[in-house]
């Protein structure tokens, strides 16, 4: 075995975006592609002798062969040790787990997320450092740069070594240990959760039916759900990842997860219902004919919080991201804690967390989360729910229906315009960005402008600054309308429209959400030309 030396030289587009480097996969088989990045990851960390490096992915197309050459990357440059999850299979909340549990230096996740798989899906790389959670902008950045310059990688030439087997091994002087990859996290998940009061709750004929769409998250809620908790065979259902997801995509919002959708709308549907994504860090959660947003579930979570051992303690605060509706402010109100307003992306709640001043977290496209990891979790949110279903011994939709009452319903939606012409989405918000100064004061569809920006953020921790995060339109009534485009799609642009209407009227709180924000999507598409700019009459996908 030796190290090699490879010539090679930068390629185009390798800027990390909110989640990592996300391509096609077809994109990063292509010669080098991988190993530019990797490189371009080591180079930023330094001198990497002697640390140990978390390495897993969400078992999609590629992901076996990417770890074996990060594997022989990482000898190359002098780690002590790499903790790889068996057959290559580590959540994204697990490995921040793993990271924090093990004190390593950091983690290498495979994954896109919630993005199709297959070999001609989608693949991705991200980069997490030692408190667990993503890479900051600036190391991504620094990433993104050496990426540019590159002309060299190191990579060991040992053959490829067995990761289906828990136990060590040696790669040309390095330690792998290939782990268990529920182990650490379903520890920490029974410190946090009351686990008994989940299993009497099973014990007295509760159902539930757990999608893990063929996803990362299948095997933890077997393990977890099944094995720890009682819950009967079968609860968890598409519990196997395949490398393609069963050639469905693993987003679990209403429209991709229709299987799960059926059968809690059945007659016999079972009392709680929830999914998670592909790499385990989404969440979905229903009720019989009744799902839940993800913007009332941070809010529900926070505001029953004392219901889980773990956060009986209270509350620090609660982040949620500028485009997440504003329900959780309002439980944040009546707690006497802060709420902070980030940008999208979980790493920009890891400061708020590390620094103690945040609990609790949360973003709109069903991603929820707390301080004890370093990511948003799925597996997590939907034992905080049974644990609260537990200790209310009341159904989903009283719960939600009583929150409500005590703070007010916000309508919310999400409005997707998927692969539209990048020039196009680049001039609708040009266009939105040069109308923004002249939208106060007036009127859209019965609700009067409050103020219109371009959301920027000052990270109230480290004071580091970011801009145009996503034009808001806020009326005076508490409505809002924000536009952003997404760092998380691989081809073209992804316009989302969010859309929020506050309802203090209990007698309001049950009309169909599209219904009840009709007046704010005729005003959204008016302001923006959506379907001038995208060609587009309607979005691709709502949520």
Known sequence: MAIQTVTT????????????????????????????????????????????????????????????TILKMAAAHGYAQVLVGRSGILSTPAVSCVIRKRQASGGIILSASHNPGGPDG??????????????PESVTEAIFHHSETITQYRISDA????????????????????????ADYAELMARLFDFEAIRALFAGGFTMRFDGMHAVSGPYAKAIIEGMLG?????????VPLEDFGGHHPDPNPVNASELIAL?????????????????????????????????????????????????GGLKGIARSMP?????????????IPCYETPTGWKFFGTLL??????????????????HVREKDGVWAVLFWLNLLAASGKPVQQIVAE?????????????????????????????????????????????????????????????????????????????????????????????????????????????????????????AESVASIALHTGRATPTVIT
Not at 324 to 330: E, G, Y
């Open 324 to 336: 997440t509706s504003r329900a959780a402010d309002r439980v944040a109100a009546a707690l006497g």
């Open 159 to 182: 053959a490829d070594i067995d990761i289906d087997t828990i136990g060590t091994v040696q790669l040309d002087g390095m330690q792998v240990e290939v782990i268990d990859p529920v």
């Open 403 to 523: 929150h409500w009452a005590r703070f007010g319903r916000h309508y919310y939606s999400r409005h997707d315009y998927e692969a539209i012409d990048s020039e196009g989405a680049r001039l609708l918000m040009a266009d939105l960005r040069i109308k923004l100064p002249a939208l106060a004061g007036t009127v859209l569809n019965a609700h009067t402008v409050d103020f219109a920006d371009d959301f920027a953020y000052t990270d109230p921790v480290d004071g580091s600054t970011v801009q145009q995060q996503g034009v808001r339109i806020v009326m005076r009534d508490g409505s809002r309308i924000v536009y952003r485009l997404s760092g998380t799609g691989t081809e073209g642009a992804t316009l989302r429209v969010y859309l929020e209407l506050f309802e203090a009227d209990p007698t309001q709180h049950h009309r169909p959400t599209q219904q009840a924000l009709a007046g704010l999507i005729a005003a």
């Open 122 to 135: 989608d693949f991705g790389v991200k980069y997490n450092i030692a408190a667990g959670g993503p890479a």
């Open 264 to 312: 809690m709308a059945a007659a016999d549907a079972p009392d709680f219902g929830a999914a998670s994504d592909g790499d385990g860090d989404r969440n979905m959660i229903l009720g019989r004919k009744f799902d839940v947003t993800p913007s009332d579930s941070l809010a529900i979570l926070a505001a029953n919080a004392a219901v889980a051992p773990g956060y009986r």
């Open 354 to 371: 590390d620094a103690g001043m945040a609990t609790l977290c949360g973003e709109e496209s069903y991603g929820t989360g707390s301080d």
């Open 9 to 68: 030289h930068p390629i185009p587009g390798q800027r990390p975006g909110t989640s990592g480097l996300r391509k096609k996969v077809h994109t990063f088989s292509q010669p080098h592609y991988l190993e530019n990045f990797i490189q371009s990851v080591f180079y930023t960390l330094g001198d990497c002798a002697g640390k140990t490096l978390v390495l897993g992915g969400d078992g999609r197309y590629h992901n076996r062969a990417a770890i074996q």
């Open 231 to 239: 819950a009967p065979a079968g609860t968890v259902i598409n519990a």
